[in-house]
């Protein structure tokens, strides 16, 4: 799908300040995937989309996880997890998106996974570090970025399960595990 109609599709979808988010994550997981050597056409579109089900009524998206069989555990956790499998199914069955690298990149921007491809630590990252983003410990992971995509991730998951602790919610265990494996990846690398 070109660029402007798919931005079109996701602008409809979401609030203005919404829509600008997205347009940093495009621009940051461009840069990420020209650094890292992703696909940079999969890269804008995933960007695009990533966000696509985030403003939806809460019991809508409840609704969908169940219908459509996704992970039961996820209706125990915090309801800011459930835009990402929405999204992904929505980007799918409403926008035409059928890549599924793109769409897995999608379903796991919030929470993370163990083994994660290329492309979904890119739009992981670039979530994090879009250029809109300003929370303590953003310009750290800004900065790792430019060297190291697994570097930055592992400070990105830190920071994100740091700040659950911090708050007494419960953590999705998919973040603990894409955590471990980032983790192993880099002692692996030395
Ligand atoms: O949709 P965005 O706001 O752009 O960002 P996102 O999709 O990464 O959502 C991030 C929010 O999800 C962040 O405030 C933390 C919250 N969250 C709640 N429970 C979990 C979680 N994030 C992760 N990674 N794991 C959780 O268990
Ligand atoms: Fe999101
Ligand atoms: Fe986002």
């Known amino acids: ?20 988010h997205t347009l940093g994550v495009v621009e940051a997981a461009i840069a990420l995937a020209k650094r890292y050597g992703a696909d940079e056409k ?17 019991a809508e ?3 969908i996880i169940k219908r459509e069989g ?21 980007a799918e069955t409403e926008a035409g998106i059928r890549d599924p690298e793109v769409l897995q990149a999608i379903l ?7 083994g994660m ?23 750290e ?8 995509l697994n570097q930055a991730l592992l400070q990105a998951l830190k920071n994100t399960i740091r700040f659950l602790l ?12 894409a955590y471990n494996a980032v983790l192993k990846e880099e002692q692996q690398n030395g």
């Open 141 to 148: 992971v800004r900065e790792l970025a430019e060297q190291s």
């Open 42 to 58: 999969k890269a804008e579109l995933a960007a695009i989309f990533h966000d696509y089900a985030k403003c939806r009524p809460i």
């Open 166 to 177: 911090e708050r007494n919610q419960t953590v999705y265990p998919d973040t603990f595990h």
């Open 108 to 114: 796991y921007h919030t929470s993370g996974h163990a």
């Open 1 to 20: 799908m070109e660029r402007q109609r798919a931005l079109e599709l996701v602008r409809q979808q979401m609030h203005e300040k919404r829509y600008i």
């Open 70 to 90: 996704m992970a039961a555990e996820l209706l125990e956790h915090n309801k800011e997890l459930w835009h990402a499998p929405v999204g992904a199914y929505l």
């Open 61 to 63: 998206m409840e609704e």
């Open 117 to 139: 491809s290329l492309l979904d630590k890119i739009i992981y990252v670039a979530d994090y570090i879009e250029p809109g983003r300003s929370f303590p410990g953003v310009e």
